[in-house]
């Protein structure tokens, strides 16, 4: 028995099986190589039985498996591998050889390594079963391929490589979804700052419209708003009357703050003026302030203009003189020269020169904001009061209490309702105003009739004051038509601000043919007694009124002549 088991191991370097290709998994194919002589291997059933044995298999025999074990070659019934290498191989050397259970030696002969069969990445499949043709015995034979199990993988087993391809998939669609959701909301904050950006633009340009800052724009169209808007401003006016007190007559202007739209407007009212009397007959401004005083011409001017009138301030010239100096003189740009009332020969120099930017002391600007040069309607004059008043408002301090100081130093309000202290914090907003350049002066535009026109009431009227204009019923006053033949073109100036004071209704008829003595005609015995009241208001003698033909739109006419010596108005 150890006879043949030596032999069996001598004969264990021939390699009974021979390469012939690779399969479609690159796994080495072999063919099993006839021998003469089978042995008995009395251990092959057992590890055929052990490692893969196939009782079916008798016939066709398997090549080594991938384990590297095989089933070996037939011997009797049932092959006769022989995993130890006992049983003797065809064409191996002669007994005694060494023991080689790894066909060690075999390779050793070649001056070959065995070959390490390719890992596969999936489990191992079945490899079909060949039948080679008988083994040349001349032929050296290849010697034996040994396979171990560490050799292999299995599928069952984690693949790293497969995980690491499926976290960077995840992690580059993450990724890639994370880009569009940033841009999807980079996208969204663009269009809500355009929307933003939109909405300040036209609320900004709005803004400037409403306040009547944007260029391009006229003052009433851009300052004071649509009429709804201007009736729901805040304004707060007060009425100013400057008392000529030497040269006589009166000057009127408001001044107001609009709170709203932070401007200020200081409207100069013509003495022309229409308004109703405390007694509901029709007169003048000027008649209304020498007459009714500041009550009764405040509340006249609210009815007319529909305005809330909260105070009156009285300002004689002399007051006015000392205003100016208080505040250190003022600058305003002049439109005639004014000469001195106290020269004593004409040719001496002016008072007031004519230019822009003329500093004006106390008695300079009384003497400005009161001269009415030869042949010059009242509005001139009132004219030059408003510019003096826009150079004060521009020199008095914006502190109310510095600007209450100043008023209280001048020791003149003679209208109760209006205290130091409310005409002082008044006067320093609006010159915080004036200072910005936010405050203008309007002209009141009147009739001759002394009635208000369509342009008073659109824009002064409406936008300045937020009113509604509402002129008196001229048609229940005596309308007169002058004609002037006197030779003095200032004579009919004159002459309709005299009649407008007296509550008549003026018209003018013209410039007729010099002649010596006025006559006052009335054409209706109902006119008489108007007729009479209209010579004695112009200072015309009794025996002017006369009856005859006259114009149809009149009650009465009158023709002045070279005896008509107007009086100051």
């Not at 944007?214 to 008392?243: C, N, Y």
């Not at 009212?269 to 229409?274: D, E, G, I, R, V």
């Amino acid at each position: 028995m150890n006879d043949r088991y030596d032999a069996g191991a001598a004969d264990h370097g021939a390699d009974p099986y021979e390469l012939v290709g690779y399969d479609e998994y690159g796994r080495p194919v072999y063919r099993q190589v006839q021998t003469q002589q089978q042995t008995y291997d009395p251990y092959a059933q057992q590890y055929q039985q052990g490692y893969g044995y196939d009782p079916y298999a008798q016939t066709a025999q398997q090549p080594p498996s991938a384990y590297g074990y095989g089933t070996g070659e037939p011997a009797s019934d049932y092959g006769s591998y022989d995993p130890y290498g006992t049983a003797p191989q065809q064409g191996g050397p002669a007994q005694g050889a060494p023991h080689d259970p790894y066909g060690q030696a075999a390779a050793g002969a070649t001056g070959r390594q065995p070959r390490v069969a390719e890992q596969p990445t999936q489990q191992t499949a079945h490899i079909p079963q060949q039948a080679g043709p008988v083994h040349d015995r001349d032929t050296p034979a290849e010697p034996q391929r040994e396979y171990h199990t560490e050799q292999f993988a299995f599928v069952e087993e984690p693949d790293a490589n497969s995980e690491d391809v499926i976290d960077w998939l995840k992690f580059t669609e993450n990724r890639t979804e994370r880009r569009e959701e940033a841009r999807r909301r980079a996208r969204s904050r663009i269009v809500a700052l355009t929307v933003v950006l939109a909405l300040v633009a036209a609320g900004g340009v709005g803004w400037l419209w409403y306040a009547g800052k944007l260029p391009g724009l006229s003052s009433e169209d851009s300052k004071e708003g649509t009429a709804t808007a201007a009736g729901a401003q805040k304004r707060d006016v007060i009425v100013v009357h400057l008392h000529d007190t030497k040269g006589g007559g009166t000057s009127t202007a408001l001044l107001v703050d609009n709170t709203t739209t932070e401007r200020g407007t200081t409207v100069l009212l013509p003495n022309s003026l229409a308004l109703t009397s405390d007694d509901g007959t029709t007169t003048t401004l000027a008649k209304s302030v020498e007459d009714d005083g500041s009550d009764g011409t405040r509340d006249a001017l609210d009815t007319v203009l529909g305005t809330d009138i909260e105070g009156t301030w009285r300002l004689d010239t002399p007051y006015l003189q000392n205003l100016v100096d208080l505040v250190g003189n003022i600058d305003v740009d002049t439109d005639a020269e004014v000469p001195d009332p106290a020269a004593k020969k004409k040719g001496e120099a002016p008072l007031v020169n004519k230019g822009r930017d003329q500093t004006l002391s106390g008695k300079m600007a009384v003497a400005y904001a009161t001269y009415r040069a030869p042949g010059e309607a009242q509005n001139a004059q009132l004219e030059r009061f408003g510019q003096v008043m826009q150079g004060v408002l521009r020199k008095m301090s914006s502190d109310p209490q510095a600007a209450t100081t100043t008023i209280q130093t001048l020791a003149q309000i003679l209208d109760p309702s209006l205290t130091d202290k409310d005409l002082g914090t008044f006067l320093a907003g609006l010159s915080d105003l004036a200072k910005g350049g936010d405050v203008k002066t309007d002209l009141l535009p009147v009739r001759n009739d002394g009635t208000l026109s369509a342009q008073a009431s659109a824009g002064v009227v409406k936008n300045v004051l937020g009113g509604t204009a509402k002129s008196p019923d001229r048609d229940a006053a005596v309308s007169v038509s002058v004609q002037n033949a006197t030779g003095v073109k200032d004579n009919t100036e004159k002459a309709r601000v005299v009649l407008l004071n007296g509550g008549f209704t003026f018209l003018e008829s013209g410039t007729g043919t010099a002649r010596a003595t006025s006559e006052v005609v009335y054409a209706d015995a109902a006119d008489k007694a108007n007729a009479a009241e209209v010579a004695k208001t112009l200072g015309l003698p009794a025996g002017s009124v006369t009856k005859g033909k006259i114009s149809a739109s009149a009650d009465v006419f009158v023709v002045l002549g070279q005896d008509y010596k107007p009086s100051a108005g």
